[in-house]
């Protein structure tokens, strides 16, 4: 849960949810929550366990559709 | 009967003496048909008791929805740890052992405004542009 709310600091887009796994049965049964830690992304992909912050980054980070900023300068403009 | 033991409480207390600025934890619960729900409001009364940091705000979850739906609460018990603008992390159910760590984390984090985060993972997440949502279960063990 630590770095789920070092998360959510650093991002207002980013939420947080701690959540006690037996007074909510529904919900993990929902989410298949077999053992803990279970971490849900966007109500969809999850990571199982605890991972080192990089690596806990990375899992979340691919959930995330590609970011369409139209930002790329890759493009010559003529 | 205190849920926190005299020799916790009083580690507790000495771990809040490093909040720089206040914390208020927003609590969500209804009277009736809630397990634990009595233990979790005493167990934030007692914790909120010993820092003048901290602050606690109880909010009927039946009644006060428009409350509920301004956190973003949408199951109970709830708590929402907030500093003056409103958090984006909550802790819903009880929190006893490792959730009770992770709470007083949380507070300390809001409080030093400070993630613990290495530059690079700052940087990344300071670049997401679409809401991200973190469900983590845990139990008390």
Redesign the interface.
């Known amino acids: 849960m630590r770095l789920a709310q070092s998360f959510a600091l650093e991002n207002t887009l980013i939420q947080a949810d701690c959540i006690e796994a037996t007074e909510f049965p529904d919900l993990s049964s929902q989410f298949r929550v077999y053992a803990v830690p279970k971490t849900v992304i966007n109500g969809s992909a999850s990571i199982e366990g605890s991972l080192p912050e990089q690596f806990f980054l990375e899992e979340v980070l691919k959930t995330l559709p590609p970011q369409q900023d139209g930002g790329s300068a890759s493009e010559p403009a003529g | 009967m205190s849920l926190l033991r005299e020799q916790d409480a009083a580690e507790v207390r000495e771990r809040l003496k490093a909040m720089p600025s206040p914390v208020r934890l927003v609590h969500f619960t209804q009277e009736l048909n809630l397990?634990?729900g009595r233990e979790t409001r005493q167990l934030l009364e007692e914790l909120s008791g010993l820092s003048d940091q901290l602050s606690l705000e109880i909010h009927n979850f039946l009644l006060e929805k428009d409350k509920a739906a301004e956190y973003?609460v949408d199951?109970v018990p709830a708590t929402v740890v907030c500093n003056g603008k409103a958090?984006?992390?909550?802790?819903?159910?009880?929190?006893?052992g490792?959730?009770f760590a992770?709470?007083l984390?949380?507070i300390l984090?809001?409080s030093q405004?400070?993630?613990?985060?290495?530059a690079?993972?700052?940087e990344?997440?300071?670049?997401?542009?679409?809401?991200?949502?973190?469900?983590?279960?845990?139990?008390?063990t």
């Open positions: 397990e634990y973003g199951m958090s984006a992390i909550r802790f819903y159910g009880l929190p006893a490792y959730e992770s709470l984390d949380a984090m809001v405004a400070d993630s613990g985060l290495c690079e993972s700052r990344k997440l300071a670049a997401i542009t679409q809401p991200l949502h973190l469900q983590v279960f845990v139990t008390p």
